[in-house]
């Protein structure tokens, strides 16, 4: 309850439309691709399927809010995880309401 | 009509359908405050009407007397409550900025038109409790209708991707679509089973909301389907 509270705090500080959802998807890649060794930012682009300069500012972004960290390479942060915990919650919340999520639907499918 | 049966029971009732849907609330603005699409507030907008209908239902059918005008306000807000939620869903699948913008003034322009009524009701008293029984049945044949849209389309989301978690929403929906129902039959030939069998219907559809937001939350079978 305590950490979905904070989660939601935190959500509401973040004004720009629809960067909760690019903030989910890249942390969603970026978990995925931390199986490999090295995370290579040209595949996280094609996989988020955004410019790699705008990648590269939401990375930084993603970095100042805490929820990545830079040592050997990219990794999600422990409320980076809680993010993306939350973050799923809610797709998944919408999918049971019946809402369509295209580009979620398209990350997943690659 | 017989309006006030049972009115402490009817005034609980109420009381706790109002409880239920302010608590719904707080999961129906999740959408909203991960996609900050305008067409999603439709959905905690819906809520907060639909809860604040039971609310003004709770006060019209408690001991107290009030106005004749007080019964415009249960019977407006939970028909825009349908109507805001059927916007949310009708616009949900329209991606374009376009569509999203059309979205974003529709349900600012709906929140107008409620306060607009609401107004009309108090402003100009004479407009209110004549028409009230006609206007009820044509509010409420409008009510089922906004939610077979919502039932038929969460069917249609689920027959597409066919997963046991998106099975409940329609009945849901459903079931609220029945409750409205059966209040036409009990406006019409006050039919006391029609109206037990409406709150019954209407408690089981918010059950299930309730349900499927516990479940999306708290339960344990986030990663299942």
Known sequence: MAQTKRMDKMIKKIPRRDILKIYGDLLSVLRSEARNEIIVLTRVQVRINVPFDRLKNYIKELKELGLIED????KLTEKGKQYLEEYEKILDFMKRMGFIYEYRERISGT | MSANIYPMERMIVEFVATILCFVLVRFMIKPYNLTRKGSYLGLPLGFIFLGLSYAFAAIVYSPLSFGPELLWLPLLTRTFAFVFIAMTYFFSSRNSRKSQLFGEITISLLTIALAILLLLVFVAPDFSYPSYTHVN??????????LSYVAVYTIRSHARNPDPKTIWIPFGFVFLAISQYSLLFWYIDSSFSAFVGSLITRFAGLA??????????YGSDKKDG
């Open chain 2, 208 to 217: 299930i909301f309730l349900f499927v937001a516990y479940r999306s939350f």
């Open chain 2, 137 to 146: 049945v044509y509010f409420r044949f409008f009510n089922v209708i906004c």
């Open chain 1, 71 to 74: 040592e050997m390479s990219l």
